[in-house]
T-cell receptor
């Protein structure tokens, strides 16, 4: 099966500019996640979607970050305006049926953001 | 105290060594415990997972969970240069919730 697709792979912007990342999960996976991974850290959850509804966005900085998952498939994560501390890899992951046993997440390769 | 603690290393071993990677956690409600491997500039990939306490073996890899001590381990036998990567522990407290990750331990296996 095709994996989780993300684009762009790399993005360099100046602070206060905006940026958007796109994710296409594995076909049939109902749940989609966005994680932020700062260099030297583990991934930190930003938002979890179940189909096109938000399950958990408690750690999303809503003053600058937004995410949507229209039609329960693709998702977009936007940052506006970006800050220096937003420099990180943004990982998208999906899972098939999180309610059935272990919630096995499959990750994309990530989108690496550098804010200057 | 962070929910999941993991020594970031780095850890350097010679080829063929036995490697032990560990995490501790504070939330006694965690039930599912996973190990992900992340190569440089790649996304994490699942190695193995266990439910509740006990051991699980898969080839050269063994995962152990000790819920009484809130301590999990991953052992790698006969380590290979291809095992050089960052190893992330992850866990959650019930099916359906997002995983909480440790910082990751960077492992380097030299030939």
């Amino acid at each position: 099966e095709a994996g989780v697709a993300q684009s762009p792979r790399y993005k360099i912007i100046e602070k206060r500019q905006s940026v958007a990342f796109w994710c296409n999960p594995i076909s049939g996976h109902a749940t989609l996640y966005w994680y932020q991974q700062i260099l030297g850290q583990g991934p930190k959850l930003l938002i979890q979607f179940q189909n096109n509804g938000v399950v958990d966005d408690s750690q999303l900085p809503k003053d600058r970050f937004s995410a949507e998952r229209l039609k329960g498939v693709d998702s977009t994560l936007k940052i506006q305006p970006a800050k220096l501390e937003d420099s990180a890899v943004y990982l998208c992951a999906s899972s098939l049926d999180p309610g059935a046993g272990a919630n096995v997440l499959t990750f994309g390769a990530g989108s690496r953001l550098t804010v200057l | 105290q962070k929910e999941v603690e993991q020594d970031p290393g780095p850890l350097s071993v010679p080829e063929g060594a036995i490697v032990s990677l560990n995490c501790t956690y504070s939330n006694s409600a965690f039930q599912y415990f996973m190990w992900y491997r992340q190569y440089s500039r790649k996304g994490p990939e699942l190695l193995m997972y266990t439910y509740s306490s006990g051991n699980k073996e898969d080839g050269r890899f063994t995962a152990q969970v000790d819920k009484s001590s809130k301590y999990i381990s991953l052992f790698i036998r006969d380590s290979q240069p291809s095992d050089s990567a960052t190893y992330l522990c992850a866990m959650n407290n019930q099916a359906g919730t997002a995983l909480i990750f440790g910082k990751g331990t960077t492992l380097s296996v030299s030939s």
